[in-house]
């Protein structure tokens, strides 16, 4: 399944790197950036406290399910044709968003902008992969790429809390809108031309099956959380779900190109950084979504009081990313990994406490710094373990699967983490209710993170191998 494509140069490599920044900037702002105006949607449109997750799951499903998908794609059509395509789907899908009365129309859009990233995000590794030299050159776009996610899941809740407070909920989809135009114009002056492609067939049955059974398990997840485990529709989901993600196995196993190959997770410390990276959706992706919710249904805090909050976890969370880089290069990956791994246990040990009703935000700004370094520490090392060991001609397919894994694993963990703060939330107020549910829910994602040190120690503790197969060594072969 290798790709055909041959590396392309940019003649404006600053201006590409900044426009590949911008395209993974967009994705995960809007995971984040509709946070803080949750509760302003909730009341305009409609949901229930329940289903208001399902804002925040309709995108994380559609691009995790897609994502795998979405890169055989960009070898078949082209990179630059897909980058174009994916800032198209967010500007059409962010209209449809911003004009939605309904919660049906709401969801419609955050799916629309799911598929959209799953569109955007292999295209654009690929093209940074491509467009800058296998090397100090690559690494460097990477942690400029990689730092452009990470700051973009806190930076939304700032712009989030802006927006809302001065122009309503609505502005938060709306922004995507000039920022996909000069996104998708950019690109024909910008990145490369797309040359010869890879001729191949798609994994339909793989597609098909994947998708189906990962929606399924999150439906099953997230509605047995609100009507009750036991329901018929939650049982028959959950049992399909299983079904068609044993089809989909099978058919991986089987098939002559398989979406995901089996063959990848032989390689321990491939299949060990995938579990962090696993992990680490199903727990640390929701913080922002309880801090959100601490602020403006605890603490009375008003969007763009919320917003200005969330500048906390984004000075720390550039802090880890900058120290990331720094750990790797003296102690190695599997030790930073661990380094921040801890960092975000302990951070949700402190965090948990100050999370009551009498609180504010100095009582949760400790857990807040440490929590948000060690986000930032484990995010750069996770995608590099990620890459370890695997050969130079799959590095793409093993970008797209711990891709997948993240936003699986937040779709998941959001949706038990939810479930976990509500299961009480009758009979008392609604501020005591939610903090006390959320300091439960916090002390759990630290708990369960914890447990990804187990996988981190099957990484290679040898620098030396780290600096030969690094992040900067991800291709976009696929």
Request: aromatic share 8%.
């Amino acid at each position: 399944m290798s790709a055909t494509q041959s590396p392309a140069r940019s003649r404006r490599p600053g201006r590409s790197l900044a426009l590949l920044a911008l395209g993974h900037l967009i994705i995960s702002l809007d995971f984040t950036i509709i946070y803080v105006a949750l509760p302003d949607i909730a009341t305009d449109v409609g949901f229930t406290p329940h289903t208001l997750q399902w804002v925040i799951t309709a995108y994380a499903v559609l691009y995790g399910g897609f994502l795998l998908f979405g890169g055989r794609l960009s070898d078949l059509i082209g990179r630059r044709r897909m980058f174009v395509l994916g800032m198209a789907l967010y500007g059409v899908a962010s209209v449809l968003g911003g004009l939605a009365t309904t919660p049906a129309v709401l969801l419609t859009a955050r799916a629309l902008q799911g598929l959209a990233g799953a569109v955007l995000f292999p295209a654009v590794l690929a093209l940074v992969n491509t467009t800058f030299a296998e090397g100090r050159e690559r690494n460097r776009a990477l942690t400029v790429w990689a730092m452009a996610g990470a700051g973009g899941l806190t930076v939304g809740a700032l712009v989030g809390g802006v927006l809302t407070q001065a122009l309503g909920w609505q502005a938060v989809f709306y922004v995507n809108v000039p920022l996909a135009a000069v996104g998708a114009v950019a690109a024909f002056v910008l990145l490369p031309s797309d040359g010869r492609v890879t001729r191949g067939g798609v994994d339909v049955p793989g597609t098909l099956t994947g998708t189906a059974g990962v929606t399924l398990l999150i439906f099953a997840v997230a509605h047995g959380s609100e009507v009750g485990w036991g329901r018929t529709e939650v049982i028959g989901a959950a049992a399909l779900a299983a079904a068609l993600l044993v089809v989909f196995l099978r058919v991986q196993a089987r098939g002559r190109t398989p979406l995901m190959p089996l063959r990848l997770f032989r390689n321990r410390a491939f299949s060990g950084g995938v579990v962090v990276i696993l992990v680490f959706g199903l727990t640390m992706q929701a913080v922002p979504y309880f801090l959100t919710l601490y602020f403006q249904n605890v603490l009375g805090f008003s969007a763009l009081e919320t917003g200005l909050a969330f500048l906390g976890p984004t000075l720390s969370i550039t802090a880890g990313n900058f120290l990331s880089e720094r750990l790797i290069h003296r102690f190695g990956t599997r030790n930073t990994l661990v380094v921040g791994i801890v960092f975000n246990a302990v951070g949700a040990v402190l965090l948990a406490p100050g999370m009551h009703v009498g609180g504010s935000f100095l009582t949760v700004l400790a857990g807040v710094v440490v929590i948000g370094l060690g986000m930032g520490v484990t995010y750069e090392a996770m995608w590099i373990a990620a890459g370890t060991g695997v050969s130079a001609d799959e590095q793409g397919l093993a970008s797209g699967v711990a891709s997948t894994a993240l936003q699986v694993g937040t779709a998941v963990g959001l949706a038990v983490l939810v479930a976990v703060a509500n299961r009480d939330i009758e009979g008392q107020a609604l501020a005591t209710a939610s903090s006390e549910g959320m300091r439960t829910a916090v002390h759990v994602l630290g708990a369960v993170m914890l447990t990804a040190v187990l996988a981190a120690f099957r990484l290679p503790g040898s620098r030396a191998r780290d600096t030969v197969i690094s992040s900067g060594s991800r291709r976009s072969d696929m």
